[in-house]
């Protein structure tokens, strides 16, 4: 390919709100451009890269014994109202209606559709198991779009749906499926974390995030040092430790609270740890229910843990007038009198003689304990774990932070129980409700995850698998026998099947240097009329410093065997 | 790949509105699924022939010197405005608006989409010319959905756009991707046939249909014998005749008519043929205006030329109501008194003493002569050509009936003058619109084409190029030994890279063979007891009627000089 006929050349400036690495770098090197916040243009440069993880991902899926399939882009929206996850999604769904009335959701995922198409079979045990996943087009209608291909709101997806007799069978998949992530991300040189997360709008029980470490990513996590235990701090689970145990308790007393309404206030006006104080939140439910969450004052509230023990509801902070309105006053709430719901953090148990708010103005309550002076309607685990905290089993566990990549979900009979005849015919001849799990990898944000993780301050750095070219060859100086050398280097590559991108343009030698650096293909060749004086070329390779001469005869060997 | 784990199995039943061979077959077979009407689901059977489809585009299209890309799927509406097709478009739009109130339209294609990518570049006439495509998910709001995936209201589209400095540079581009596309349907079997058509929604001054023949098809098309001239129905050229010249014209006279509305009553009520009458039919604009198209009376009326005679507007047949409000009744409109806008056909021409309605009820005018007692007030070719015509040059031409499997568009500037900033600078420094093709190929419906086209009783005839499965082996019989050779045969051939579909199921050989030949993979390979008794293999071809016995160590190296 020469570079004079590509589409999609390198650019020195860049727009205002490129904030990232990535998305500077496909920018300027000629990979994307952006249409409308959010949704991307892949040029030639960028599909090359794209198609070649495509196709890593569904040669392992295949070779995992997955089976490619695809299912329309549009989806009837009955379908979605049957699992009721038209009230329930957790990104906007996207919808239309067509001219006949009949309403669509744009896929943003597709279990229904999945389950739709199966229940159209007659299908027995026989069968089972089998995985099924296709390539398409996902549409979030998300308020804000990152920069760049890492949070978008139309993007490339594969996702595969496995259909099961029993729980046990499913087992084996989510494991199959598990290594073949870990192989898809290691062949583009992606070392991943699998971490326990939560499931969001796909509902089942457990699923496993594959995050690559990066200060881009939006997923922080905890993972013990030996590595046994790896969480998204939404589910993290962690130890409460014991604070004053051998401190006597002693009886409450209601006093003039001079201070501020944060906790930060408190431990100003005590001089006592955070941890002495208790937290009361106030939360109003989709259904405008009012529920308190009541926690040791060190830690923060896990809104997405706080959900799950509500039963999946969706929550909001209480405003300032609604707590009035409950008979109490913002910084002073306290779980003593009001008569609310509340859900309390197991760290309750840890601290005697609180401190807390006594619902008026400026007073507070001390030595408050838990058990002794209230309880709460649930006890259960709903703060965010904080730094340095320990497992469960008390080992140290360190914070990670990066980038969601893929995802595997247990779905168990959460859709084939929803869904009249979702039913296969087991052996004992009785009909069963599937037991289905998930898996999704995002296409668009592995891509740019490689770009985050290999680059340096010239530009990008591909690993070899997913390179857009295999070889770039760069032409210096305007001498007829360098151009003819080079043309006809660049006509024996492609014969022999090598992918080579041609810098054939009549421009300076730094111009052309600076543009391979910034495309990053993993061998630059240069001719020159220095390289020609010994019959060969410059190879240097992306992530080298060194160069070396090669003879022109030599190359298309020592390139068939760096790429072997 | 063993068959009994298939996901999408042969069924015998088919639903009830499933009228054309290859939807019948391809749901029969396990190829496709319907979601909703015109909507589908392409199994793992039909996504193979599905991707073996899109790579011979790709080769191809990459052969010709085109580069691939991808669009977002979603349009930014405002593009789609610039060009003013969002109240043009000849297929309705589907669109939807996002929750910050941006709106959008589903890709039908993608013209303002290119368009506005490219002039997001500096391109100068040295960048010039290219040629990007895509492969995209497109829809069309069809009112009707027809059977199959022949019309579908989803669909995947491989669509390209060429920009060029000047008309010249586009023309070669023309023929290079005509030649491509002869090419890309050549290897998939098909033999096109490449008329003139009209461009309908898409703008600029001609473009080129590729049609397979086949009864399925929609598009009427007119050929001389030597093939020199082409041309869809809607577009065609024909000789209007002289018919009876010799004839001296009688003067004009009004007459009871006691006959029906029709032509044919005429025929009857005069005993004259019924060229010997004229036709009037009254239409309404989208603005409203009446016009009156005039037509020798054996001839019928082509709207979609009438419609660029009056420079593209919207048309409907008028009411009889309205008919009445212009002083005329249905059956007996004549051009000669009614005071609204007349288009003629150049037919009026070929006729003496025309017999017509006098715009009363049961009143006809006779020896009505164009010139002579009426004119019109534009005179142009709106009749659709009749059987056994004749061209404009006198040469006899055939009907013909096809598929529209791909087309090729010149667009000119049409959309790079009406899109803002669309320039490119040019050798004398000046910036000017570019100078545009685009080109289209239906995945879906190229493979309905294919099974339109080879099939049988049994079922279908897969070309070697696509089909699903390079050989399909069949064990026939429960004995181990059977069971054994063939388990070892299909693992032996899959480690060769040859792809095969292996029925391991534990059925009845007629089910086994017949699923073999609804399915049409080209070379069926029997293992049974009596093939075993020889050590070898039964070799049958699916369009020969023939088997043979080959050596099992002998079939390895049999498929592969087959297929090569």
């Known amino acids: 390919m020469k570079y004079s006929k590509l589409f999609g050349k390198t650019v020195k400036e860049v727009s205002g709100d490129v904030k990232l690495v990535s998305h500077r770098l496909l920018y300027q090197g000629g990979f994307v451009r952006e249409s409308v916040a959010g949704r991307y243009y892949f040029l030639p440069l960028g599909i090359r890269v794209n198609d070649k993880i495509v196709k890593i991902v569904e040669e392992e899926m295949d070779k995992a014994g997955a089976q490619k399939m695809i299912t329309p882009v549009l989806h009837p929206i009955e379908l979605w109202e049957e699992t009721n996850r ?11 209606t067509d001219q006949r009335g009949a309403r669509f959701a744009l896929g943003g995922t597709a279990e229904e559709m999945m389950v739709d198409l199966v229940r159209k079979f007659n299908i027995s045990y026989k069968d089972l198991p089998f995985n099924i996943y296709q390539f398409s087009q996902k549409f979030r209608d998300e308020l804000r779009a990152r920069g760049g291909l890492l949070r978008v709101r139309e993007f490339l997806m594969k996702d595969a749906y496995s259909f099961h007799s029993d729980e046990k069978d499913f087992k084996k998949e989510y494991k199959n499926m598990g290594d073949t992530y870990t192989r898809i991300f290691e062949r583009m040189g992606l070392k991943t974390v699998v971490i326990e997360s939560d499931n969001g709008y796909i509902g089942g029980d457990y699923c496993h995030e594959f995050v690559v470490e990066s200060d881009a990513g939006e997923s922080r996590f ?5 590595k046994s235990y790896a969480a998204h701090e939404e589910v993290a689970v962690f130890k409460r430790e014991m604070m004053n145990e051998k401190e006597e308790m002693l009886p409450m007393e209601v006093k003039d609270a001079p201070r501020g309404p944060t906790i930060a206030d408190g431990v100003k006006l005590y001089g006592q740890p955070a941890w002495k104080q208790i937290k009361s939140i106030v939360y109003v439910t ?43 006053v913002v910084g002073f709430v306290s779980p003593l009198k009001l008569k609310i719901k509340k859900i309390g953090d197991i760290s309750l148990k840890t601290v005697r003689n609180f401190s807390t708010g006594a619902d008026e103005y400026r007073k507070d309550t001390l030595n408050v304990n838990y058990e002794r002076d209230f309880t709460v309607d649930k006890l259960a685990d709903i703060a965010l774990p904080p730094a340095d905290c320990l497992s469960s089993e008390g080992k140290k566990m360190v914070d990670g932070k990066g980038i969601e990549v893929g995802n595997i979900f247990q779905l168990g009979t959460h859709y084939t129980t929803r869904m009249k005849g979702a039913l296969f015919t087991d052996q004992d001849g009785r009909e069963k409700p599937y037991y289905m799990g998930c898996y999704g990898i995002g296409i668009g944000r592995t891509l740019a995850t490689v770009v985050e993780v290999f680059n340096d301050e010239k530009g990008i750095i591909w690993p070899k698998s997913i390179a857009p070219y295999q070889v770039h060859l760069v032409s ?89």
Request: aromatic share 4%; net charge negative.
């Open 86 to 96: 038209t009230n329930s999604v957790g990104f906007e769904l996207m919808s239309l």
């Open 286 to 328: 989709g259904s405008g229910e009012k529920v308190m969450a009541v926690m040791r004052g060190d830690l923060e509230i896990n809104e997405v843990k706080l959900k799950h023990s509500l039963g999946g509801a969706e929550i909001r902070q209480a405003t300032e007038e609604e707590i009035k309105e409950l008979g109490s």
């Open 476 to 564: 210096l100086g305007s001498d007829e026998k360098i151009r003819k050398t080079a043309d006809k280097l660049h006509d024996k590559l492609e014969k022999a099947g090598i992918e080579v991108l041609y810098d054939d343009r009549d421009r300076q030698a730094g111009e052309k240097l600076a543009d391979a650096d910034l495309i990053g293909i993993p061998v630059r060749l240069v001719i020159s009329k220095r390289t020609l004086e010994s019959d060969s070329v410059e190879w240097k390779e992306r992530n080298r410093k060194e160069t070396e001469n090669v003879k022109l005869t030599e190359i298309q060997k020592k390139i068939k065997v760096y790429y072997s």
């Open 222 to 226: 905890l993972m013990t040092d030996d």
